[in-house]
């Protein structure tokens, strides 16, 4: 155990020491975490905000844009014409404008969008199609109230429109959902997908220990050999764990991750750290070399990051959502989802244990072709 051990602080004290962790470990999963939240959006309390320009149509300016620029989702410019609405457009100076019939209710309307602002476009072609969609529908039943009776169908449309709707949607009471918000969603897929490439450090350890001589002197020495293989699975297992603690609380205060439960989440990161170490371990044993390892390590790792949702969102196509429960990105972000319900320690005990499970197979696998990785032949590496 006191060999294990020194072997373990050895080995902390050099990957603490290499830019190799702080890279892999921190600043490529919080740099890249950033860039997606910053790109596909953040958390909830951001916003889209549409810049748009309407000329003609008073009622659809009133009815649907107005209510949105006074709540703060839209900037709006009133024009006299769509010729200067489209000149705006070639500017930038607006994503989108809206050309409505003067009366806003039997023409064309039309949305002039910027080519630059796509998402802005396809929001102000939305909320166009509604407006025509609920005013066909208006007029079909001001057309059937209409059938064989003496009415005035101004004053018919102008009731319809008035009336109010049988069922809305309300947005302003908080739902309890089991769903991560984009930026903790983005860290914690970066965190498990880098995991990988930190711990295969610890793991090709026993390649470079091999390469500079020293894996003959350890196994000549009088400690048994388990004490070598459990002295650097343990260091990889520390610094993964501290990796992602540190990763975490940064997140959280750069880029307002929610992680949920404390104690949720210390266990899922520690299993988590334990199974993809175990994974690691694994095919590290059939590599020769520590390049080889890191090679075929960097393989697994992007093909489980695939297919665990560490990236983006797996489709729900085929067997593709099903390849996920093998991999530990799926459960441990599964876990954080749960945590995000409002769900405690309790609440992830499934995908701690599938992960422990995962680690103990992994590991059992490590252990048995250990003998293979201490090889050495004629005293050398």
């Not at 009815?63 to 009133?78: K, N």
């Not at 959280?252 to 104690?263: C, E, K, V």
């Not at 070399?289 to 196509?317: D, K, Y």
Request: net charge neutral; glycine share 12%.
């Amino acid at each position: 155990m006191r060999a294990a051990l020194t072997i373990l602080l050895k080995d902390l004290r050099q990957q603490f020491r290499d830019t190799t962790l702080l890279t892999f470990g921190l600043a490529l999963p919080l740099g890249l975490a950033f860039l997606l939240t910053l790109t596909l959006g953040g958390n909830e309390k951001q916003q889209f905000i549409g810049r748009y320009a309407v000329a003609g149509g008073a009622a659809f300016t009133e009815q649907v844009l107005r209510p949105m620029a006074e709540r703060g989702y839209i900037t709006l410019r009133e024009l006299p014409g769509w010729d200067a609405g489209a000149a705006l457009v070639d500017k930038g100076e607006v994503d989108a404008v809206f050309v409505v019939p003067p009366d806003g209710r039997t023409g064309t309307l039309e949305v002039i969008g910027n080519v630059d602002a796509a998402i802005a476009v396809d929001v102000a072609r939305g909320l166009a199609q509604s407006y025509a969609t609920e005013l066909r529908t208006t007029g079909l039943a001001v057309a059937v109230a209409m059938q064989g009776r003496d009415a005035d169908a101004g004053e018919l449309a102008r009731l319809a429109q008035a009336a109010p709707t049988p069922v809305a949607l309300d947005t302003s009471t908080p739902v309890l959902r089991k769903q991560l918000d984009p930026a903790t969603y983005h860290a914690a897929g970066m965190a498990v997908f880098f995991l990988f490439f930190g711990a295969v450090v610890s793991a090709a350890g026993i390649f470079a220990e091999r390469a500079g001589g020293t894996l003959v002197r350890l196994i000549a020495a009088p400690i048994p050999r388990w004490s070598i293989v459990a002295g650097k699975s343990v260091g990889g297992v520390v610094t993964g764990i501290v990796t992602m603690t540190v990763l975490i609380a940064t997140s959280g205060l750069l880029l307002g991750a929610r992680w949920g439960d404390p104690l949720g989440v210390a266990a899922l990161v520690a299993a988590t750290v334990l199974a993809v170490c175990g994974i690691t371990t694994v095919v590290a044993s059939f590599a020769r070399t520590a390049e080889q390892a890191s090679n075929w390590v960097s393989i697994v790792a992007t093909v489980l990051g695939v297919f665990g949702g560490a990236l983006f969102p797996i489709a729900q196509v085929g067997l593709l959502p099903y390849l996920g429960y093998v991999t530990p990105h799926r459960w441990f972000l599964s876990g954080l989802a749960e945590l995000a319900g409002g769900g405690t320690a309790s609440a992830v005990v499934s995908p701690v244990l599938v992960l422990l499970a995962i680690a103990v197979v992994t590991g059992g696998v490590a252990v048995h072709r250990s003998g293979r990785m201490l090889r050495v032949t004629g005293g050398v590496a």
